[in-house]
Every structure is written in C-alpha cells, then in structure tokens.
C-alpha cells in the first residue's frame, strides 16, 4: 500500500505541477489576446494547432472559452495548493481530500463536452482544419484524454483511498468490525 500510495503522489503532483506553465502558457492563449505572449509560445501554440488539428485551441468556440476561464480562475490557484500538498503526500495533507473530489468531478465533466465535439462535431465547414479522420480524431483525443483520466483516477482515490482517514475514523471502523 506505501509504495502505491506514494506513486499515486508522485502521479498527481507531477500532474499539477506540470499543468501550471501548460495552463498560463498555452490554455491562456484561448482566452487572452496572443500580443500578451511571446511569439515562440505563440508559434508552439500555432503548431500544435496545425499539427493535430485542434480546432478548439486555434478558434476556440464560446462555450470552450468558458472553461478555459474556469480554468485559469479556478483550477490554476489549486493547481499550487494541490502540488504542495502531493509533494508532501496525501497522507500528510488529508485537508486535500474534500478539494480534490471538486476538482477533479469538475474536470472530468468538461472533458465530456470536449471528448464529444471532437468525436462528434462536423469540422469540414470550420474556419480553421479540424480533425478529418478517425484516426485524427483519437489522436487529438489522446492530448485531451490524460485529463479526464488523472481527474477520474483523482476523485476515486479521494473518496476511498485510507490515506485520507483519521486516526478517530479508522478506530471507529475497528471498533465496528470487532
């Protein structure tokens, strides 16, 4: 169970930790104007867009726009807490518990409209190229799909994992299994 426990910190830190540049750097450019950033991230952010076919990242509709809000007000401020307190581990900072389990059901239910438009969504009519093929489709899905598994993986690790017992809960549950 210990070395489980700390490869599952080691996950989700590395997780969050690694989404703080990806959020500020790249997400943002959906929602703020690219003059606010370099040209180099601006360039990268150009050819991921072309690359894969992300249509969303290279003309954002609305309601993706609004998650990308969501994130950068929302998500982003935790993605500080969270790191600390992974890197510390779960079983150090059970505070984590109740804030994770928001989290990470938020997350994985904007994946959902997101994994859907890019299975789903008529790009042949589109401003921008969208994914053309099934095979391009999964591939996109493949960059957007770590976040809505790490999330699932999140929550179900928050609600049942010991780590985030207290010492009263655990003998309590002793006391009951006796």
């Known amino acids: 169970m210990g070395m ?11 997780y969050f930790f690694t989404h703080i540049p990806i959020a500020i750097f790249f997400d943002a450019q959906s ?18 867009c072309n690359t894969y076919r992300d249509a969303m990242m290279a003309d954002p509709p609305s309601w993706f726009q609004s998650l990308v809000v969501c994130e950068m007000f929302v998500q982003l401020p935790f993605f500080f807490v969270a790191s ?33 438009h890019v299975m ?10 969208g ?30 994992s010991k780590a985030y017992k207290h010492k009263y809960e655990k003998k309590a549950q002793a006391k009951k299994s006796k």
Do not use: M
């Not at 703020?32 to 050819?47: G, K, M």
């Not at 518990?97 to 997350?107: A, E, K, L």
């Not at 789903?120 to 190229?129: N, Q, W």
């Open 4 to 14: 489980w426990r700390r490869f599952l910190d080691i996950l989700f830190f590395f």
């Open 31 to 48: 929602v703020f104007p690219t003059h606010f950033f370099p040209r180099q991230l601006v360039s990268v952010r150009e050819w991921y």
């Open 84 to 116: 600390y307190g992974f890197f510390k581990g779960a079983k150090n900072c059970k505070w984590l518990r109740w804030p994770c389990v928001v989290y990470g059901t938020h997350v994985a239910t904007t994946l959902i409209p997101i994994i859907a």
């Open 120 to 129: 789903l969504h008529d790009f042949s009519s589109g401003r921008v190229p």
């Open 131 to 160: 994914p053309r093929t099934l095979r391009e489709r999964f591939t996109l899905i493949s960059f957007y799909s770590p976040y809505l598994i790490i999330p699932v993986l999140l929550v179900v690790d928050s609600l049942f």
